[in-house]
């Protein structure tokens, strides 16, 4: 079974300018989260879809961050513009959603560093 | 609302000590518990989770944790450490909620020297 791939790895910006973060989860897994790890700190999480929909986003910079999933399966992350606290590792996990008991599949992170 | 609290940021060992890595956790619901490793350069991997029944459970790679409902506390312990356990360390926990998320703690960096 393959695992959660995301895209890319790695990102150098410039402060103000845009960025694009793409993930494809685990197939079958109805549940997508996008978390940041900021150095030093463990995962916060930014949204959290079930299938196509919203679940929880209330910790999501809407002023310049966005995040979307296409017919319930890949997601993609924007960050526009970008600030310099926003360099982080952003993480991508899903879950099942029948039977779900919570474990997280994450993949390996796309790292952000904004100059 | 929960939270976790990581007692110790960095956990220095020798190899083949025992190591115990803390975690407190608060909630105002039932939860299910976790600890999550990460390897440098790589995503988050379930060590081991409580979800009910037994307050000790044994994960991957001879890490156990207990679950204490009255000290709010889910530590996770290795009788012997190898150097391929260098690593950090999350706890977690998740309301047992349909669509509940899962709150992390600030992580511990076990160090494991020859």
């Known amino acids: 079974e393959a695992g959660v791939a995301q895209s890319p790895r790695y990102k150098i910006i410039e402060k103000r300018q845009s960025v694009a973060f793409w993930c494809n989860p685990i197939?079958?897994?109805?549940?997508l989260y996008w978390y940041q790890q900021i150095l030093g700190q463990g995962p916060k999480l930014l949204i959290q879809?079930?299938?196509?929909?919203?679940?929880?986003d209330s910790q999501l910079p809407k002023d310049r961050f966005s995040a979307e999933r296409l017919k319930g399966v890949d997601s993609t992350l924007k960050i526009q513009p970008a600030k310099l606290e926003d360099s982080a590792v952003y993480l991508c996990?899903?879950?099942?959603?029948?039977?779900?008991?919570?474990?997280?599949?994450f993949g390996e992170g796309s790292r952000l560093t904004v100059l | 609302a929960q939270s976790v609290t990581q007692l110790d940021s960095q956990v220095p060992v020798f190899e083949e000590a025992p190591v115990e890595l803390r975690c407190n956790y608060s909630?105002?619901?039932?939860?299910?518990l976790f600890w999550y490793v990460q390897y440098p350069n790589q995503g988050l991997q379930l060590l081991l989770k409580?979800?009910?029944?037994?307050?000790l459970v044994k994960g991957i790679n001879g890490f156990e944790a207990e679950f204490n409902k009255s000290q709010t506390s889910f530590h996770l312990r290795k009788p012997s450490v190898h150097i391929s356990d260098t690593a950090e360390y999350f706890c977690?926990?998740?309301?047992?909620?349909?669509?509940?998320?899962?709150?992390f703690g600030d992580g511990t960096t076990l160090t494991v020297k020859p």
């Open positions: 197939s079958g897994h109805a549940t």
């Open positions: 879809f079930q299938n196509n929909g919203v679940v929880d």
């Open positions: 977690a926990v998740r309301a047992n909620t349909n669509a509940g998320k899962s709150t």
């Open positions: 909630s105002s619901v039932s939860v299910y």
């Open positions: 409580y979800l009910s029944g037994s307050t």
């Open positions: 996990a899903s879950s099942k959603l029948q039977g779900n008991t919570g474990e997280l599949f």
